[in-house]
């Protein structure tokens, strides 16, 4: 017998990714499975692929009853945004959290008022295990919030730079496309397929996606652990906010993120870039500036089961990740504007949400960091 879990809101497409990866784990036992909206019907009727899953054979659909939920050792929220904080109150401290939804993410009070609209519920701790520190208050937390999809992968991206000093954190831009997943199960015109099939289209442009913030104060947190020597650090005391711009885009298939990132370079690889563009016949500092970019991911993310620098001159591809919990990362110097470059892919619903909640509750029971995951994609 494993440890007891409940999944809350397992009808949506979170939720049902976090059934299929439960269905598989070693360690951890399906006790409560529960949907308002879909109460008493089977499981396999609302996720066909799940009909004959261990544990999930002719199971039906609970209420949210806290009851049941208390008697878990762990319960994953895969709510709407202002559901979790509600339901979290009416459950015992002795059952631990990983919450899915935004409603933790956020520590500062007037953010969450301008992205969600509703009372600020408080920050948990923050649950991507990759940030520097972030395993070990992850393990001994009994409430996490883990993070968004987009802002997975773009702050798994930028992160590195940000702290080793090498990425201006006032000039960040960020472009991520995402499947259509990310938008949730509830249906719209816009998600129709006959409305998304040959079709990209940019939404919440200009700093309205609610993810924003989020990015915006994980790198802030980043960057104030750049290297005092450099000169992109701001004097003792004064942390630097990093900004960024945010174009999300929607594309025709049904899960990943592909974001592509940039920032102005600083530091060495400024003057790394700068000589290169100086010199443009002299591939040299340009290399140079790309080997410092390089050497700042590989010292962030080495050991790191799930995040991957490919080798030079690969780019990542949401191919590759689908149905994984990895992260694919490059990185480059583009010596002629003066920029960073990093491409990351997730799957939006492995990384992006399902693996990620499983991979901080192995941490937080103490289990194997990977148990139930795998860092290999389905292709084609």
């Keep these: 017998?494993?440890?007891?879990?409940?999944?809350?809101?397992a009808s949506g497409y979170a939720g049902g990714e976090l059934l299929r990866l439960l269905a598989g784990h070693p360690h951890l036992e399906l006790a409560a499975v529960t949907a308002d909206?879909?109460?008493?019907?089977?499981?396999g009727t609302v996720h066909p692929h799940l009909a004959r899953a261990p544990g999930l054979a002719g199971r039906r659909f609970d209420a949210t009853d806290p009851d049941l939920i208390a008697d878990c050792d762990l319960a994953f929220l895969a709510l709407p945004h202002g559901q979790s904080a509600p339901l979290a109150t009416r459950l015992p401290q002795a059952t631990k959290i990983v919450d899915l939804g935004a409603d933790f993410r956020l520590a500062d009070p007037a953010d969450w008022?301008?992205?969600?609209?509703?009372?600020?519920?408080?920050?948990?701790?923050?649950g991507l295990p990759e940030l520097p520190g972030a395993r070990a208050r992850i393990?001994?937390?009994?409430?996490?919030a883990a993070p968004g999809c987009y802002a997975t992968a773009a702050i798994i991206a930028l992160a590195p730079l940000l702290a080793a000093g090498l990425a201006e954190p006032?000039?960040?831009?960020?472009?991520?496309?995402?499947?259509?997943?990310?938008?949730?199960?509830t249906a719209r015109p816009e998600l129709l397929g006959s409305e998304l099939m040959g079709s990209v289209a940019a939404y919440q442009v200009a700093g309205l996606h609610r993810h924003t913030p989020e990015i915006e104060q994980a790198l802030s947190e980043a960057a104030a652990a750049a290297g005092a020597d450099d000169a992109a650090t701001p004097p003792a005391g004064r942390a630097p906010r990093v900004t960024i711009s945010f174009t999300p885009l929607l594309v025709p298939m049904p899960r990943g993120i592909l974001a592509t990132c940039t920032a102005r370079l600083a530091g060495a690889a400024a003057r790394a870039a700068g000589a290169a563009a100086?010199?443009?016949?002299m591939p040299g500092p340009q290399h140079a500036a790309t080997a410092m970019l390089r050497d700042a991911m590989s010292a962030a993310y080495a050991g790191e089961p799930f995040s991957c620098l490919l080798p030079e001159g690969r780019w990542p591809a949401t191919a590759a990740v689908s149905g994984s919990n990895a992260v694919h990362l490059q990185v480059a110097a583009d010596a002629h504007a003066g920029?960073?470059?990093?491409?990351?892919?997730?799957?939006?619903?492995?990384?992006?949400?399902?693996?990620q909640a499983i991979q901080n509750a192995?941490?937080?029971?103490?289990?194997?960091?990977?148990?139930?995951?795998?860092t290999y994609g389905v292709a084609p």
């Design 1 to 9: 017998m494993g440890a007891r879990v409940a999944v809350a809101g």
């Design 37 to 43: 909206s879909k109460a008493g019907q089977p499981v």
């Design 113 to 126: 008022a301008r992205y969600y609209g509703t009372a600020h519920a408080g920050r948990w701790t923050y």
């Design 139 to 144: 393990r001994s937390s009994a409430r996490v």
């Design 170 to 185: 006032a000039d960040v831009a960020i472009v991520a496309a995402s499947g259509s997943s990310g938008a949730g199960r």
């Design 278 to 281: 100086r010199h443009a016949a």
């Design 339 to 355: 920029r960073a470059v990093v491409v990351a892919a997730i799957d939006n619903l492995g990384k992006g949400a399902a693996g």
């Design 362 to 374: 192995n941490l937080m029971l103490g289990l194997p960091e990977t148990a139930g995951l795998t």
